[in-house]
């Protein structure tokens, strides 16, 4: 056996990996010696790239592919082997799998509020959290630039240093903006596009790339946003005048209900005093002879005195005689102006609108001319 023969057979000429990590970019094949038969096939498949290191020094990059490792398809690694053309004997090179897939599913967010001018409510701060991908697309330079010596390389290496780059840029990009808070929600795809493109010019200088780039929250402080939630609120209610109106006819329903009950109680306790003096007359209604008195005529029902309430700030107040609502107009707490009502009326009505309580609003004669 010839001393090519020996070496020819020494060695596994079969290199390749397979990955199933999910997570490692790149992984440095391991040989005892870094020792690489000449003539060894090559393997690499979709999404990975071969990358040679020799003494120190880049050397040859594979794409995917079967690769016979020879001469006359490793030109640089040739050149710096100074092999001849009948030396085969193994070299010693380091041979690094680059994962050139899409690295999906990666967080990001601003661990800090970031402080923005909106133009309706002023300096405002904004917290924000997405998702983005990262891809390696320049192997070498990825190689030589991040990875150095390192056996394996994972992406949790670099996703920090990713994050603070998407912090940076998305602070700057929103901050710059000039769209309003209210409209940063229709405006994410845009907004993620600005900032991906910002992004891509940084990490190429990596040899990495980012394909996408997704916000999916943009929010203010708790306190703003219970601000905002009353502010809505109060655009639900419409207008407030009738809202308090609205609310002063439902306190009132409530009071007449309560009035109508004690008035019941009121005639239920009459028809049961009736129906007692009915129990002391005879059979068919006559008193006994000497207890019956002369027939006199019933007088007539006294007149019924209205009781008003008065609307003031949005609340209810009384109910008040006609005496009372006399010297409170007399004071001044009841004006013209003044809404009030009382049972049987339509709605509420101005003061000076009921005949009842006009003339409590009597002008004041001129004063006299002088001489008189």
């Known amino acids: ?89 193994p070299f010693k090179s380091e041979v690094y799998f680059v994962n050139t897939t899409r690295f999906a599913n990666l967080k990001w967010g601003t661990k800090n509020p970031i402080i923005c001018r909106d133009p309706e409510f002023g300096p405002v701060r904004l917290r924000a959290y997405g998702t983005y991908t990262v891809k390696v697309a320049d192997p070498a330079l990825f190689l030589t630039e991040i990875v150095g010596t390192d056996g394996e390389f994972t992406m949790d290496e670099i996703s920090f240093q990713i994050r603070n780059i998407i912090v940076q840029a998305f602070s700057r990009i929103v901050a710059g903006s000039g769209i309003p808070v209210l409209d940063m929600a229709a405006n994410t795809a845009d907004l993620g596009k600005l900032v991906a493109t910002e992004i891509s010019k940084v990490v190429a200088e990596y040899g990495l790339t980012i394909p996408e780039f997704y916000i999916e ?46 008035m019941g109680a009121g005639m239920g306790a009459g028809m049961g005093m009736a129906m007692a003096t009915q129990s002391q007359m005879g059979p068919w209604g006559a008193r006994p002879a000497a207890a019956a008195p002369a027939a006199q005529t019933p007088p007539p029902p006294p007149p019924v005195e209205h009781v008003w309430h008065v609307a003031e700030n949005g609340e209810t107040k009384g109910p008040y005689s006609k005496a009372e609502m006399g010297q409170m107009a007399a004071k001044g707490a009841l004006k013209r102006e003044s809404f009030v009502w009382t049972p049987g009326q339509d709605g509420w009505l101005r003061a000076e609108d009921v005949t009842e309580l006009a003339q409590l609003f009597t002008v004041a004669p001129p004063p006299p001319p002088p001489g008189v």
């Open 1 to 89: 056996m010839g001393i090519f023969d020996f070496l020819s057979g020494e060695f596994i000429d079969v290199i390749h990996w397979v990955d199933d990590s999910r997570d490692t970019m790149v992984w440095r094949f391991e040989r005892e010696g870094h020792e690489i038969k000449y003539g060894a096939k090559l393997t690499v498949r979709e999404g990975q790239a071969a990358v040679f290191v020799h003494e120190g020094q880049l050397a040859d990059v594979f794409t995917p592919g079967l690769y016979m490792l020879e001469t006359n398809n490793m030109p640089i690694l040739t050149t710096l082997q100074h092999w001849d053309h009948g030396f085969r004997s």
């Open 217 to 262: 929250n943009i929010s203010l402080p708790e306190a703003v946003e219970a601000a905002m939630d009353k502010r809505t609120s109060m655009g639900i209610v419409g207008n407030l005048d009738n809202y308090m109106k609205f609310n002063a006819a439902e306190a009132m329903s409530a009071e007449n209900s309560a009035m109508a009950s004690s």
